[in-house]
């Protein structure tokens, strides 16, 4: 397979814009001339179809994509990564649609008849040592650094070397196993390119104005948060102080121990913020590996049959020394008592309900929370970035008042790549 056919098939490879030629368009022209119109078109489509909206089967790109013209693909897109930098919740967005396009991809390497040189073309351009594997027709075999390097970020025990076929440096896969693991190669990939895409705050402004449409359903196709099982809108203000002090503590890039990152992370599940959300919340922390946060999380997330755990009790956190009466600024009695609140979810249900009702009527708010939830253990809960230590030098902290503010709009930082998926 030639590059030429390699990179009109999968136009992130690296080199991809060689094949324009004297077709270079600026970044401007590409955003405002007439010209490229169909272009932007095609961009928009793959935005969106990577997000998840329009996504074809097993994840296939859209139909326009296979009837354009290789050139119109390659900038198309670099239109895509001008999209998703300039998108509300860049970082929460670029994710999504890093792994989208990584999806598309795999499906374009699983599909029937797929050439094996295409397979190992593929993995050359992303640095990987991938071969035909000997005497095994379509297995293919990694070259043991780059099986690491790419099953580093997987969790399941499926992709542990134990349980694989080692001979000689080189790891012998079926098809469907190293689809999945080259597709997490292209994800890597992606997620630092479009870490390093650094636009003009001029051209971002014009890209915001011109695509208002676009970034409007991209936002609800990523949104930050969603409501919790207290009903309503998601109040972060609200959050009991030990809550807020957790999350300020991590956006600070400070150490935070075990039992204050698990009870964060149960209660921002419990509240209703989204796996994104609260791994996200942990990006400031010391040594974040995205892959690891979001598995821990996820564990957290799931418990008891996706009920997830419940956070630990006040008397618990004041135990593990992560309460913080001390920042209850707006209501300096609630913590005090623990026979009216036992629990963090106490203190936010009783703070939201004293919101709703004293927009709704002049009636003092409720000074007493009947039924709180049972007792979380954290020693009993999965870790959340077990093992940090000093802070990742690129981390981009996420802004905040509280414990599940917005993160920094800035693109997500450039990471190693054998840490892209924990804190």
């Known amino acids: 397979m030639t590059d030429a056919a390699l990179v009109a098939r999968y136009p992130f490879l690296p080199g991809s814009s060689d094949l324009l030629g004297d077709l270079r368009p600026s970044l401007q022209d590409l955003v405002s001339d007439p010209g490229y119109e169909p272009v ?36 198309s897109f670099l239109y895509s990564r001008m999209l998703v930098a300039v998108a509300p919740s860049s970082q929460r967005v670029a994710r999504r649609w890093c792994e989208g396009v990584a999806s598309s991809a795999a499906s374009q390497l699983g599909r029937p008849g797929a050439p094996p040189e295409e397979w190992t073309g593929l993995a050359s351009s992303l640095d990987l040592e991938v071969i035909p594997a000997e005497g095994s027709s379509g297995h293919l075999s990694f070259a043991l650094p780059s099986y690491c390097r790419l099953s580093s970020s997987l969790r399941e025990d499926r992709f542990r070397l134990a349980r694989q076929d080692l001979r000689r440096g080189w790891v012998d896969v079926a098809p469907a196993l190293g689809v999945e693991l080259l597709e997490e190669g292209v994800r890597a990939y992606l997620s630092d390119e479009v870490a390093l895409l650094r636009l003009d705050p001029e051209l971002q402004s014009g890209i915001k104005e011109r695509e208002a449409e676009l970034l409007s359903r991209v ?23 030990c809550m807020k002090q957790i999350r300020s503590s991590l956006d600070h890039g400070q150490n935070v121990p075990h039992a ?77 008592d623990p026979g009216r609140v036992r629990n ?57 008042t509280g414990p599940a503010s917005t993160p920094s709009p800035d693109p997500a930082r450039r990471t190693p790549a054998g840490a892209h998926r924990t804190a």
């Open 260 to 336: 204050g990152r698990f009870a964060l992370a149960s209660f921002m599940n419990k509240v209703g913020v989204e796996v994104d959300a609260i791994v996200d919340a942990y990006r400031g922390a010391p040594n974040f590996k995205e892959g690891l946060t979001r598995y821990q999380v996820t564990q957290i997330a799931h418990h008891d049959g996706g009920e997830g755990y419940t956070p630990p009790d006040c008397a618990t956190m004041a135990a593990n020394g992560i309460c913080a009466k001390q920042l209850d600024e707006a209501r300096p009695q609630l913590c005090a």
């Open 219 to 241: 936002s609800a196709l990523a949104p930050a948060y969603t409501p919790g099982g207290f009903g309503g809108v998601l109040r972060p203000d609200l959050f009991p102080p």
């Open 344 to 400: 963090p979810l106490n203190y936010y249900r009783t703070r939201t309900r004293s919101s709703v009702r004293s927009s709704s009527s002049s009636t003092p708010p409720p000074t007493s929370d009947a039924g709180a939830p049972k007792t979380g253990d954290a020693s009993e809960a999965p870790k959340v970035g077990a093992g940090a230590g000093t802070g990742e030098p690129n981390a981009a902290p996420a802004t905040s």
């Open 40 to 75: 932007r078109h095609l961009a928009r489509e793959e935005v969106i179809a990577a997000l998840g909206a329009k996504r074809g089967p097993e994840g296939s790109a859209p139909s326009t994509f296979d009837a354009a013209k290789p050139e119109e693909r390659i900038l």
